[in-house]
């Protein structure tokens, strides 16, 4: 059982938008440096959110993220085919000195 | 541009032992925290390992005391030392970056290295 919570799967048409929560049953997740990592099938992860709501260069405006207690969310606006994958959320825990990653989601554009 | 690649991944028995190693190229390497991340088959990440740019390492509970990690800057060059592997050891194992997008998130991943344990 992962530390974080995600949905196994969300489908969205394209140029909808979608959302994916995260939520922790740890307290000890330090959910400020939560971040989200997009997976193409055979890739290795990209960073695509970190410290909940900020974009690396280079990411898509489309997407987004934002935390409410302990829950935190990846927005997808404007689905493109492309954004098909799996998105992990991946968090520290001060505590323990260690990271951990939810369960992973995975996107169908229909 | 930044590039990680992982190598010395292997089909090994349970109870085995293996090395993996990671190159960097394109960064400054001794300036970032690095860490392992595998992804057992047809799963989720695990987060197996890291270690700070001062040398301060860290592992999951899974791995503590079986794998060891460390750098080697001027070659800039981590490995990770795995002990007493088992069937749950089996996964692509990822090196990581982290450090251009705050200290917590892994900012670039290399392609992964196959470990297999089985006998």
């Known amino acids: 059982q992962s530390a974080l919570t995600q949905p196994a799967a969300v489908s969205g048409s394209p140029g909808q938008s979608i959302t994916i929560s995260c939520s922790g049953s740890n307290s000890d997740i330090n959910y400020k440096y939560l971040s989200w990592y997009q997976q193409h099938p055979g890739k290795a992860p990209t960073l695509i959110i970190f410290?909940?709501?900020n974009r690396p260069s280079g990411v898509s405006p489309r997407f987004s993220g934002s935390r409410s207690g302990n829950t935190a969310s990846l927005t997808i606006s404007g689905l493109q085919s492309e954004d098909e994958a799996d998105y992990y959320c991946g968090s520290y825990v001060s505590s323990s000195i260690r990271w951990v990653f939810g369960g992973g989601t995975s996107l169908t554009v229909l | 541009e930044v590039q990680l690649v992982e190598s010395g991944g292997d089909l090994v028995q349970p109870g085995g032992s293996l090395r993996l190693s990671c190159v960097g190229s394109?960064?400054?390497?001794?300036?970032?925290?690095l860490h392992w991340v595998r992804q057992s088959p047809g799963k989720g990440l695990e987060w197996v390992s890291g270690?700070?740019?001062?040398?301060?390492?860290h592992y999951s509970v899974s791995v503590k005391g079986r794998f060891t990690i460390s750098r080697q800057n001027d070659n800039n060059y981590l490995s990770l030392q795995m002990k007493n592997l088992g069937p749950g050891d089996t996964a692509i194992y990822y090196c990581?970056?982290?450090?251009?997008?705050?200290?917590?998130?892994?900012?670039?991943w290399g392609q992964g290295t196959v470990v297999t344990v089985s006998s």
């Open positions: 394109g960064f400054a390497f001794r300036t970032y925290d």
């Open positions: 270690i700070r740019t001062g040398g301060d390492t």
């Open positions: 990581a970056r982290a450090g251009a997008s705050g200290w917590y998130a892994f900012d670039s």
């Open positions: 410290d909940v709501k």
